[in-house]
């Protein structure tokens, strides 16, 4: 991994030569001097690798690695006070003259001092390189063949394309299907209450019980069904939510407060009231089935569990009357199959002999995998960008020198398997093999957001500006490194449905084996460290961790909200402060923050002292006033975080936090003050100035907080932040909203407007945005691809309504999220008047350009029914009509509407009686909610038409209504025959 160290650093260096050159002049030839070492330097690693094993050999590399950093250091160093100097020298007035003077003469002497230590770190490299030639290592250049891995830092080679979406291969377990599902449907007498599927890792069966869940005789047989992932680290509480919540999905919030016998009382009941399936995924010990045992019934009812575990000892324990099945590995045609389809999705460009040569390479590479899905997908994940016969053969070289041949089962077949799984990392280039190993910052089974992630990367400094293409962003080449793991079947991704989305992924996660792997490499590199709070205090364990080597260091609390830990205090060593480039401290659910009391009496730590760090996010932390002067915020917390003039990622969400340091953050890319609204509010110093921000020119991401007390009438400006990609929870009460047109980078805006003339700023800003996209002179930079606004209305006089929300409506500009609340005019007569206006003899003239895909209307207070100007917004996918927004007791969709509606949501409209669908209305509907609509009669007759309806959910409507669709005692009422196409059906 040194080599891969290495090949990043050199990439950074050389950015910040590309891109700062006008703050590097002077130093420009020693830096580039450090940078030619460290390419000689990397090519000695490949040769050390193969000695890793040797104790010198492995203390040389450590040691490589550590100069590196330093090397990266200095230069970072430089930066900083070359920046801090170019600004002082360009303000003015006689203070700031004088203020150029000193930062004049102390840069010259910190000049001198950048050049000794440059010439101390050459003289480093030199004696490294001595060590290797000692040690008899060769350079690649030298003779020895060249590594089979690209860890050359240019330009990253891409084979995944966004416009083809990878199949989901079920090679093997067609038999295993056809004798699990009518299992699982059986509701006779002696039928298994519990099926339950073992085998060891990587076999498929997660992907067996998936294919079970999602299929459509399971959707029909069952009421509700629930999917949970218990893993190693599992909480019964927890586990216990997550269950009821996908059972009764409009009960969330009341579940999420209960305690765990009352979530075992509720769920006892809906499963004798429902026939329910849940699936317990990745069951490992038998105290995790006693901790959840109590809420499943004992005696016989419709509702089934389905688990999957690696201990096959465990289903005894759970059921004694379970059916328990056994997977069997692929056999040679199954595992060339499935291999085939992985790496030659297309083979349409080798001729015969080539393809015929490349299936017996294939073939025989395949044994190393023993019938083992993972390895072999992964496997063919490397194949898969080796497009040629000659390449294959290479490949096919390289892995017989590095794999072992099979010894059977047992011990030695789980090293054979992990020994692909290494391999299959070896052979990644640079760039992905530090991206790779990120991931297993997380925990286990954890959807971690993609964008989260790739700001991560990015601030790490894994991302390399050399791999853009065009006018690609950082974050579109951290998301092509993303598309590269996936392809390569290193990461499972769940795609962004939400169109126009600037993210093709929305999150990923890794698979247990995978995640072990990336665990494995990062602890035998001393990459980081992840340190688990409640794993020190149930084994008693030092609190007292000494991280002497490692810079990165996640901590992951299994503290929940009413439970508390042991008073241990928990130390990082002094010497490992200035080590430190990056910290993340994360709850374990969600659902969990951490108290300042936990926080002062298990982390004794002083942050203002880590004052390198590149990376540190404080997540989910009440930290209220009376503490700030315990744990991490010792003196006055905003000068302790502004202190870290390294930062490039902060993401604080806690309920304090000051701001007057924040400005020292000059090469901040990423800053995250999202807090609650209420009690969870940041505070503004009124002493402080508005152009706090205005220091943080390199800022890309910025979310804001959703409330800022302490402005008083002033307003945040955002003038200097030219760079900004991302600005969410944009305030119109305390941002300045005409900063916005010299936000020329921006990607995504999120607005909150609150006054009229804000409204009205906001109004120009999108007809500027729609001006400059249609321009074609290209000289216009202000295109913002996503918009997302929310118009809370109760301030505006209402009779200047009808012109901002016509114009919203009608917007041709990227707006694509709208969000309004309060009291609006009736729709139809204003597009009406607009059309007697301007003479349009069809007001669907007037809707044809909107972008609007997503719609809320709340409290809106319309009499006529909205539906025949809604349904004419021609790409509306998710449709919210919320608290009497809609007075009227009729409301119809017409056949030719909402052509593009995927979600409807109906909530509170108190006086809706009748509601009609025509046929051909709504055709790719997928999910909809109707909820406290007490006076609906009956369900559309129109829903039958609907099929691509796949979820229903009907919440606190009459009684007469739900008797209809389905009676008290489960049985189907009369209208059922409206909704029993319908996979997932919630009453």
């Known amino acids: 991994m040194a080599e891969a160290i290495v090949s990043m650093v050199v990439g950074r260096l050389t950015d910040l030569l590309n891109e700062e050159a006008h703050l590097l002049q002077g130093v420009r030839a020693e830096i580039e001097q450090v940078v030619d070492k460290l390419k000689w330097m990397k090519t000695f690693l490949h040769g050390a690798d193969s000695r890793i094993d040797e104790q010198r050999v492995r203390v040389l590399v450590a040691e490589v690695r550590d100069l590196v950093y330093d090397a990266e250091n200095v230069v970072e160093s430089f930066l900083l006070k070359a920046s801090s100097t170019e600004r002082h020298r360009t303000n003015g007035g006689l203070r700031n003259v004088v203020k150029r003077g000193v930062d004049a003469f102390d840069a010259y002497l910190y000049h001198h001092k950048f050049s000794r230590e440059i010439k101390n770190l050459l003289a480093g490299m030199d004696n490294l390189l001595n060590c290797f030639r000692d040690y008899k290592i060769l350079s690649t250049l030298e003779g020895q063949a060249a590594s089979s891995s690209d860890t050359t830092p240019g330009k990253l080679k891409r084979f995944y394309s966004y416009a083809v979406v990878e199949p989901d291969f079920f090679v093997g377990f067609q038999k295993n299907l056809a004798t699990l599902l009518p299992l699982l449907v059986d509701r006779g007498e002696d039928c298994y209450p519990v099926i339950f599927i073992c085998g060891m890792g990587g076999l498929g069966k997660t992907t067996l019980a998936n294919k079970m869940y999602n299929h459509s005789s399971i959707k029909s047989h069952f009421e509700a069904v629930a999917w949970v ?72 009812s419709g509702s089934k569990l389905l688990l999957t575990s690696r201990n096959v000892d465990l289903a005894a324990h759970v059921n004694s009357k379970c059916f328990i099945h056994k997977p069997q590995l692929l056999d040679a045609e199954q595992s060339w199959e499935l291999l085939r389809l992985k790496a030659l999705p297309k083979a349409d460009h080798l001729g015969s002999r080539d393809l015929k040569e490349m299936e017996k390479l294939g073939r025989e590479m395949v044994n190393y995998c023993k019938g083992l899905p993972l390895a072999i997908v992964v496997l063919g994940g490397v194949l898969v960008t080796k497009p040629t016969f000659i390449e294959w053969e290479k490949v096919y070289y390289d892995s017989q020198s590095s794999l072992k041949r099979g010894k059977g089962l ?4 789980q090293r054979e398997v992990m020994d692909i799984l290494v391999w299959s990392y070896n052979v990644l280039p640079a760039q992905l093999k530090l991206c790779f190993l990120y991931l297993g910052k997380f925990r286990e089974d954890e959807e971690i957001k993609a964008e989260t992630l790739y700001q991560l990367w990015i601030a790490e400094g894994l991302v390399l500006s050399s791999d853009k293409s065009g006018e690609e962003t950082m974050m579109e080449v951290a998301e092509s490194y993303m598309g590269e793991l996936v392809h390569k079947s290193m990461v499972q991704v769940k795609l962004e449905n939400t169109p126009f989305s600037q993210r093709k992924f929305e999150s990923c996660r890794l698979h247990d084996l995978m995640r072990d792997l990336s665990l494995y490499i990062a602890k035998r590199e001393d990459y980081f460290e992840v340190i688990n709070l409640q ?43 200035r080590r430190l480039r990056s910290l993340l401290l994360f709850p374990c659910e969600s659902t969990t923050r951490w108290s300042s009391w936990n926080y002062t009496e298990t982390l004794r730590w002083n942050v203002a002292h880590f004052r390198f760090l590149r990376v540190f996010a404080l997540e989910d932390v009440d930290i209220p006033i009376t503490s700030v002067s315990s744990f991490l915020f010792r003196i006055n917390p905003g000068i302790a975080v502004g202190s870290l003039v390294y930062l490039r990622y902060l993401s604080i969400k806690t309920s304090f936090l000051w701001f007057p340091s924040i400005q020292n953050l000059e090469l901040l890319q990423t800053l995250k003050l999202e807090a609650d609204s209420g009690a969870h509010e940041l505070y503004f110093p009124p002493w402080m100035s508005t152009n706090i921000l205005g220091k943080m020119g390199r800022l890309r991401h910025l979310y804001l907080p959703l409330e800022l007390n302490g402005m008083k009438g002033k307003k945040l400006r955002f003038d200097a932040l030219s760079k900004l990609e991302t600005l969410e929870d944009f305030n119109t009460c305390w941002c300045e909203v005409k900063d916005l047109v010299k936000l020329t980078n921006l990607r995504k805006l999120t607005v909150h407007v609150y006054s009229y003339s804000a409204l009205q700023v906001m109004m120009k800003y999108l007809q500027a945005i729609s001006s400059s996209s249609a321009s074609s002179s290209g000289s216009s930079t202000l295109s913002v691809p996503y918009v997302s606004l929310r118009v809370n209305i109760y301030n505006l006089c209402s009779r200047k309504g009808p012109d901002f929300l016509r114009k919203l409506l009608t917007s041709p500009s990227n707006l694509y999220d709208l969000r309004v609340e309060g009291y609006i005019p009736e729709l139809l007569p204003l597009f009406e008047q607009k059309q007697q206006q301007q003479d349009i003899h069809n007001y669907i003239d007037a809707l044809s350009s909107s972008c609007i895909t997503t719609l809320t209307l709340s409290r809106s207070g319309l009499v006529d029914d909205p539906m025949p100007v809604l349904e004419k917004l021609p790409v509306l996918r998710t449709l919210e009509l919320c608290v009497r927004s809609f007075s009227g007791k009729k409301m119809t969709c017409s056949a030719t509407g909402f052509l593009q509606l995927t979600n409807l949501q109906l909530h509170q409209l108190v006086e809706l009686r009748e509601w009609r669908v025509e046929e051909g209305s709504m055709p790719n509907l997928s999910c909809l909610k109707i909820s406290q609509v007490m006076k609906l009669e009956e369900l559309p007759e129109g829903l039958k038409f609907l099929k691509n309806l796949q979820n229903v959910c009907l919440q606190d409507l009459s009684r007469d209504l739900c008797d209809k669709v389905r009676r008290a005692n489960g049985e189907q009422g009369p209208d059922f025959y409206k909704v029993a196409h319908v996979a997932s059906l919630d009453l």
């Not at 009821?244 to 499963?271: A, C, Y």
């Open 229 to 300: 992932t218990i893993s190693q680290k599992w909480q019964p509480r927890a586990v216990l939510q997550r269950i009821l919540v996908s059972l009764v999905p409009e009960k969330k919030e009341e579940t999420l407060q209960l305690e765990v016998d009352k979530l075992v009382e509720n769920l006892l009941e809906i499963q004798q009231q429902k026939n329910c399936l849940i699936v317990l995924d990745d069951m490992w010990t038998n105290d995790a089935w006693d901790s959840i045992k109590a809420a499943f019934p004992t005696e016989s």
């Open 535 to 577: 794993k020190l205090n149930d084994f008693h364990a030092d609190p007292v961790v000494d991280l002497a080597y490692t810079r990165q260091v996640v901590i992951h609390s299994q503290v929940g909200e009413y439970e508390s830990i042991n008073d241990n205090p928990f130390h990082v060593s002094k010497a490992n402060k």
């Open 410 to 413: 047992g011990e030695d077949y």
